[in-house]
């Protein structure tokens, strides 16, 4: 079984191309260090929600996998709280 966190990095990899990454700092930090860790942890599972709402009527896998992503990145800052 490959280690979780290798599968989270190829998730994020393929989830957060180039174009989120800007000034040495990628979209999901900076989304982080301006908001409350607990406004934070609603943006991720709104996403969660978002793409689960979603994933029928656009981009099936794809958007299974962002929804997957965001839950892990939520499991990651709860569990590190």
């Known amino acids: ?4 966190w290798i599968v989270f990095a190829m998730i994020k990899n393929n ?3 180039e174009h989120y990454k ?3 700092i990628e979209c999901i930090d900076a989304i982080k260090g ?3 860790p607990e406004q934070f ?4 599972k709104a ?3 978002k793409y689960l709402w979603r994933y029928e009527q656009k981009n099936g896998l794809e958007d299974l996998e962002k929804a ?4 892990r990145k939520l499991r990651y800052e ?4």
Do not use: K, T
Request: hydrophobic letters at 45%; charged letters at 15%.
């Open 1 to 4: 079984m490959m280690n979780q």
């Open 15 to 17: 989830i957060n191309p």
């Open 22 to 24: 800007f000034g040495g």
């Open 34 to 36: 301006s908001l409350s």
């Open 41 to 44: 942890r609603g943006y991720l």
């Open 47 to 49: 996403s969660i929600i």
């Open 68 to 71: 997957d992503w965001f839950l």
């Open 78 to 81: 709860v569990e590190h709280e």
